[in-house]
């Protein structure tokens, strides 16, 4: 047994344990008298003169009167070591110490309990077994020991409810939240708040095993406004800032709050004041959430739902009377284990074979002991859900190491001790021998890991060694295809290393460097190591190469060293231009120009990861601007016709990215990337650029001119034909394109003649929000044929549209909405097909409440084809429409205006609905709608006004609102738009 | 031009006439700082030694010697002006192929065109920093010697014979200097060349 830690939680079970053992020689004596089959013993600082009666003091022993029946004494204190072997002379000595608290204070104390909780607990154990006449004390004392454990479980559970617990799951949400309220702007609680690591390992945490032995879950990077990044720590206690200079340093900096809102209040306060109440509320409810569901349990079987607490405070106990204090330990994932210990072992230049795994620490005996007495009421618990996740034991794919390791792994093992201790001959040679394992093999791959071969090889990259570095670089090169790896190198630093080579004379070690980096930068911590070490620079001046030595006057064998070199440098930049920072990086440091040169050569292998990074970087702004501007479409679209596949996607999905753009969509067209785009569609093997192909049709086809061409190519049918059988990405990009093209009245009688009608009705009924989106508009653009119109309805699409107005997606309600409204408007008995639908007049006049724009709009566009409709116009009437709409009144939309407009005007049509809006208020807005720029809000506006002038109040209203310049300007729109 | 043969070095190196006359100004000068006897006109093993560790940062003396050797084409145990200009021809302008037959030349000292086991275990025995026991680095050698000769013993004789070398070196090019460094390192060279053609 050693010292428990003192704690507040391990100094009240102390004291508690002290009382009980004072009190127990008054209140139990019979029982005080029992003799323990073993003593307990311990070493305590008691002087002997404190014992006085009762006792035979000598200078260094003493003896108690009261002896056992072989006449030992039941308490032999002999300096400083003490024996005792009944309770009630453990009772006695406790009130001599009391007495004498100067000179036996905690540390004896707590050496003497310790003691004592043991040495009872193996009572306990041999009172089960014992069949003696004494037995029935032996009981007592037993009972009276296990009443003890159970007061002090209970109690300890008081307390532990109090203490705070962080979990993995709670700081996700904590973080989710506070994620969500972040962002520039007024409104945003703090500006930004990310972790330090993309990697979640399977327990929820993100801090790396050995700092999740302290607790530790994960780290965070909060940017609150105005004031300097901060790096937060989260840990099971608490949360504390542990920042230095952005880099995390374990080191508390500040006082544990209980959680990340409470940190930020009292510790920038001022700044996170602005946080407004919808934020507070929110925060409210995930707090509360989680109680929520326990009380519920707790009221349909309560004594369970108690049980299954005092079995979890118990198993706390354990851990509480282990090591760790408070709460309970979150166990590490050994992912990456080895690495830890290799870490810790580089000095000692010999390393055993075996792989040292601790297990999780198991407490001393006393833990399961407890456990014993715990058993019991575990068997009562049927299955109590584990909600304690961080139990679970993530999948260590580490090889034990006593398992059957493969051979390579000790021939590797020894290899790696070759590099470790030999010169720079035998280094080269375990490198060369090395590389001819199958480094493909993730067998080896880990196995260079476990023994500490990635150190070693990262190290290789610091000497001045050419040949080394070479040597290290393939391997590296090959291993950081495993995942698990790359994270492993940028753990160990190596990225800083490998960026520095890129400076290198040396063109080989230079390839070999970015080749590396663009395998291992394919997370984002790797991607913003690599920025932050200036690596994006560097790869960028790499491009430049094949630049300089394109001039005349070098030998053709340089040419080839120097394109090598480029390509390697784009293949690096494809792996990081996935970070959006680094994209900008990459322009910043003059990229777009070098990759806009380095598309006019004909090497594919170039041209795969120079496309790759354009792509990629495309979805930025400056980018789509800057490849119009550097003619890139042009041999963008050249490539398109290129035998690689790759290559040819890369292409499309390039075009897919800039197309929004119209200048771009004409320039593809005008250098003739359509041809080709719908040529590519009748291979649909390859689904990739499948997707990349008709994600850039879609794009393209958004100009009308586009959608014409592919009709001639004969894409409408291929595009059709694509609707079914296709994988998602595919179906979204084809729905789309056919959603543009059918803008086109060719098109759409194209669409239904080649069949294309039932399949797209049929994807109405999917989950995919874009699918749904693209779908309904596509649908929309066919209804705007009666004819197609006719077989919508037989199909019994409108019905299908109209349920997906109740799809959480405001986006995919918006669009239903939308395509509902050529459907009123074409369908043939538009009145009766809308009343057939159960409580869906109700639902769409409910959608009004909605906060989002753009569904308003949509569905004020579809009440306005509903109201077409007398009877249906009188339904919406007496479900509330008038008030609804008039609510809305006041917004700067000029797309919900006009439609709102549209909508007044339409409803003014029944009853005293004209009235009505005047009630409520909708005619001064509307008069101010004539101000807006926008020529639709005027027309529809005036219409709307027209309407409602007819009621004298309005008339008021609008002339008191409208100056008369506006009511002049007025008189025109009515004459001008009252006709049509 | 101050030496008659400086044609015919001209004529079998790579170098320019002006860097040919500056080596051999630069050999006059390493001669007489040298301070060699005069009947045997050049540099010997000790002095070339020396100039291979200043000029050229090699360290390993045994490596230096088989250096020597290599350069000292008629065994007259002193480096004359023409094995001079074209030694440092070959280690400093050297084609791929030259300095493969170079190395080769260094790594097989016995002269009957192989390179041995033995001759491995030689060349390697110093290569592993000192283990635990004698014995360990020993068997840590012995090795590193099964390795190479598994890498390189294409035709499984137990000996490297120039055909091995070259394809094993021509597969991978670190293999090159496989048994120690014999050739003056990427930089040093590029330093020397700019020595060679231009403050000499």
Redesign the interface.
Known sequence: TRTLEITPLNEVILKEIAMFVESFIYKHPQEAKYVFVEPLEWKTNLDPSAFESGYIVSETTVKSEEVDKDGQPLLFLSVPHIKIRSLGQLSRLLLIAKDRKSCNKNPGLDYNTVKEDTSTVNILDKITKDEDPESEIKMKVGMLLKQLDLYLLNHSLKRISLQICLNPTTVKNHIELLKHFSGKGEQTVLESIDYTSDYEFSNGCRAPPWRQIHGEICYVLVKPHDVETLCVTCSTEGVFLNEDEGEINYERKSEIYKDLVTFFKRKIGKIFRKYDIRFTEEWKKENEEPKEVPKKEEADALPKAFLASSKNILEKNQINFGKIQMTKRLEPTLNWKATVDFKKNTQE??HGGRLGRSGPPVSPGRAQLVRKSAEKIEEILSDSSSENEEDEEPPDRRQEANADLPSEYWQIQ?LV??LK??????T??????M??FNLAQETCQLAIRDVGGLEVLINLLDTDE??CK??SLKILKEISHNPQIRRNIVDLGGLPVMVNILDS??KSLKCLAAETIANVAKFRRARRAVRHHGGITKLVALLDCAQSSAKPAQSSLYDARDVEVARCGALALWSCSKSNANKEAIRQAGGIPLLAHLLKTSHENMLIPVVGTLQECASEENYRAAIKAERIIENLVKNLNSENEQLQEQCAMAIYQCAEDKETRDLVRLHGGLKPLASLLNNTDNKERLAAVTGAIWKCSISKENATKFREYEAIETLVGLLTDQPEEVLVNVVGALGECCQEYENRVLVRKCGGLQPLVNLLVGINQTLLVNVTKAVGACAVEPESMMIIDRLDGVRLLWSLLKNPHPDVKASAAWALCPCIQNAKDAGEMVRCFVGGLEFIVNLLKSDNKEVLASVCAAITNIAKDQENLAAITDLGVVPLLSKLANTNNDKLRRHLAEAISRCCMWGRNRVAFGEYKAVAPLVRYLKSNDANVHRATAQALYQLSEDADNCITIHENGAVKTTASLKREFLGYSKF | PPFPKIKKIIRENTFTVLEVECLIRLFHSLVERANVRLNNFGLDRNAFRAILHSVFGMTDDMLMNRVFFAFDKDNDNCINAKEWVKGLSVFLRGTFEEKLKFCFEVYYLNGDGYISQEEIFD??K????Q??SEEETDE?IR??VD??LK?MDYDNDGKISFADFEKAVKE?K??L?????CLP???VE?QQLKLVKGTF
């Open positions: 230049k010999k020894k001790k070759y201790g030999g010169n720079q001959t035998a080269v040679i375990a490198l060369r021998s590389k001819d050419v040949k070479i040597g004379p040396h | 060349m390697l110093n290569s592993l920093h283990q635990s840590g090795e590193l390795i190479t890498k991978d670190l293999l200097e496989v048994f120690g460094p390192e990427a930089k590029c």
